[in-house]
């Protein structure tokens, strides 16, 4: 699975920005897909996760009410709806797949290439 996040770029507190994930494949209903960040100086840190059907969603206590996780499986992608964002949520994002879902980074073994979001203050 070859994964191609976009979407990110620089918003002010309290916007909004959507990503986006588009996998490679025919396979790709069968995979988990999860959101982690990275911010310099910090380890990765799990975002959101959906399940391969979009049946099932789990968030990571920072974005809980502000971000929400879809997946379109006819087009191959994976969304990440970003509401109400602050500045410490400044950080590369990843979309990251795996057989199942996992708050755990170690669980998904293909990884995209990351998108900058940045949010002034």
């Known amino acids: 699975v070859q994964l191609q996040a976009s979407g990110g770029g620089l918003v002010q507190a309290g916007g909004s920005l959507r990503l986006s994930c588009a996998a490679s494949?025919?396979?790709?209903?069968?995979?988990?897909m999860g959101w982690f960040r990275q911010a310099p100086g910090k380890e990765r840190e799990f975002v959101a996760a959906?399940?391969?059907?979009?049946?099932?969603?789990h968030y990571g206590d920072s974005v809980k009410g502000r971000f929400t996780i879809s997946r379109d499986n006819a087009k191959n992608t994976v969304f990440l709806q970003m509401n109400s964002l602050k500045p410490e949520d400044t950080a590369v994002y990843y979309c990251?797949?795996?057989?199942?879902?996992?708050?755990?980074?170690?669980?998904?073994?293909?990884w995209g290439q990351g998108t900058q979001v940045t949010v002034s203050s």
């Open positions: 494949g025919r396979t790709f209903r069968r995979y988990a």
């Open positions: 990251a797949a795996s057989l199942s879902m996992s708050d755990h980074a170690s669980t998904y073994g293909y």
């Open positions: 959906i399940t391969g059907s979009g049946g099932s969603t």
